[in-house]
T-cell receptor
Framework: KNEVEQSPQNLTAQEGEFITINCSYS?????LHWLQQHPGGGIVSLFM???GKKKHGRLIATINIQEKHSSLHITASHPRDSAVYIC?????????????FGEGTQLTVNP | DAGITQSPRHKVTETGTPVTLRCHQT?????MYWYRQDPGHGLRLIHY???????DKGEVSDGYSVSRSKTEDFLLTLESATSSQTSVYFC?????????????FGPGTRLLVL
């Protein structure tokens, strides 16, 4: 069992829909990251969370440390949001900034 | 962008041949990482470097070696490529080795071992 589980694996939505991607982890963590992988392969960091909620534009990320769960929400989705969204955690037991990654959620937003 | 480039971007090679992938960064970041990305797996750490000539193994290091002779360059070598090493390889960097640090990723290298 992976230490980081994402759901769903694949998600198709219509433009304008509210989207939620979930990430659960099984061990203690110090921080959680959400990343976006574009269709061309490039990976960019969206958020780093250690508690609470963060918002950037139409993207909102939340984390519940007690429940070992994080969600990434996209409001008013757009076809350009189509990408793979990756959850990654910094395990409390490891040193430094090394990350453990989920398998990713493939999001397709249709016009 | 953290100014990270990878070369080559695509490579096809034969089983048993040596292959070297290069990661170059212009941000003077101390920490550099090599990952592989395969279907059914998340990104997995191969090796990482915490300074010039300072490297350590990640979770999938067998069959790979690395070198870092300059801050800006981190080389990944497959001494004798195998078909199981067909993958997309990503380099990443971070400025510091702290909990809150963001990693910046290169564009990736697609490697096919025939």
């Amino acid at each position: 069992k992976n230490e980081v589980e994402q759901s769903p694996q694949n998600l198709t939505a219509q433009e304008g829909e509210f989207i939620t991607i979930n990430c659960s982890y099984s061990v203690g963590i110090s921080a959680l990251h959400w990343l976006q992988q574009h269709p061309g392969g490039g990976i960019v960091s969206l958020f780093m969370l250690s508690s609470g909620k963060k918002k950037h534009g139409r993207l909102i990320a939340t984390i519940n440390i007690q429940e070992k769960h994080s969600s990434l929400h996209i409001t008013a989705s757009h076809p350009r949001d189509s990408a793979v969204y990756i959850c990654a955690v910094r395990l409390r037991e490891t040193s430094g900034s090394r990350l453990t990654f989920g398998e990713g959620t493939q999001l397709t937003v249709n016009p | 962008d953290a100014g990270i480039t990878q070369s080559p971007r695509h490579k096809v090679t034969e089983t048993g041949t040596p292959v070297t992938l290069r990661c170059h960064q212009t941000e003077n970041h101390r920490y550099m990482y090599w990952y592989r990305q395969d279907p059914g797996h998340g990104l997995r750490l191969i090796h990482y470097s915490y300074g010039v000539k300072d490297t350590d193994k990640g979770e999938v290091s067998d069959g790979y070696s690395v070198s870092r002779s300059k801050t800006e360059d981190f080389l990944l070598t497959l001494e004798s490529a195998t078909s199981s090493q067909t993958s997309v390889y990503f380099c990443a960097t971070s400025k510091r080795d702290t909990v809150q640090e963001t990693q910046y990723f290169g564009p990736g290298t697609r490697l096919l071992v025939l």
